[in-house]
Antibody
Framework: QITLKESGPTLVKPTQTLTLTCMFS??????????VGWVRQTPEKALEWLAV???????RYSPSLESRLTITRDTSKNEVVLTMTNMDPVDTATYYC???????WGQGALVTVSS | DVVMTQSPLSLSVTLGQPASFSCRSS???????????LNWFHQRPGQSPRRLIH???ERDSGVSERFSGSGSGTDFTLKISRVEAEDVGIYYC??????????FGQGTKLEIK
């Protein structure tokens, strides 16, 4: 059974950097076709794909957010970390960790950006 | 960027009746490998989205046969043959053909009449 679980702060201030961690299990992160990524959902329920990292280290980012995003992995810990710089109130959302095919999602982590 | 447009934005259906969701993309979703990377997701209130359909018409494991996907190119449809109470929520289409980045439709909210 594939499981993904997000962790990180629930509140960040404007201009700060957000760091979210995804712990995953139940699938072999050992193929270049398998990856772990992030999707966020605004309070208005719009979904936005953010980034993905594959076993071989290949990374893809949303073009509109690429300058602010960094995705990394620690295969020994089965963890993927997403950082987003210069946070703004419009970045308030639930952030989901997902398998790259989007066939499995974590429970989501609500992040509020406010001073 | 590829824009995904869903219609209607909300749908009210009587239990046991069919429901239909439309999704249109601004560019063809047919990829050079011959596949069309169009997915459908369902999100119940308070839950994470769950994928129902991939590659236009392939049901995910455990998804009821009441759900079916169809379409090609830029026009796609998700149908529920007989709506049940557990089907309420928001339905999203998503394209995975044009990289970088998947793009989602704005969602269609299904409620029971």
């Amino acid at each position: 059974q594939i499981t993904l679980k997000e962790s990180g702060p629930t509140l960040v201030k404007p201009t700060q950097t957000l760091t979210l961690t995804c712990m995953f299990s139940g699938f072999p992160f050992s193929s270049n076709k398998v990856g772990v990524g992030w999707v966020r959902q605004t309070p208005e329920k719009a979904l936005e794909w953010l980034a993905v990292i594959y076993w071989g280290g290949d990374k893809r980012y949303s073009p509109s957010l690429e300058s602010r995003l960094t995705i990394t992995r620690d295969t020994s810990k089965n963890e993927v970390v997403l950082t987003m710089t210069n946070m703004d109130p419009v970045d308030t959302a639930t952030y989901y960790c997902v398998i790259s095919t989007l066939g499995a999602w974590g429970q989501g982590a609500l992040v509020t950006v406010s001073s | 960027d590829v824009v995904m447009t869903q219609s209607p934005l909300s749908l009210s259906v009587t239990l046991g009746q069919p429901a239909s969701f439309s999704c249109r993309s601004s560019e063809t979703l047919l990829y050079r490998d011959g596949n069309t990377y169009l997915n459908w997701f369902h999100q119940r209130p308070g839950q994470s989205p769950r994928r129902l359909i991939h590659l236009v018409s392939e049901r995910d494991s455990g998804v009821s046969e009441r759900f079916s996907g169809s379409g090609s190119g830029t026009d796609f449809t998700l149908k529920i043959s007989r709506v049940e109470a557990e089907d309420v929520g928001i339905y999203y289409c998503m394209q995975g053909t044009h990289w970088p980045g998947y793009t989602f439709g704005q969602g269609t909210k299904l409620e029971i009449k």
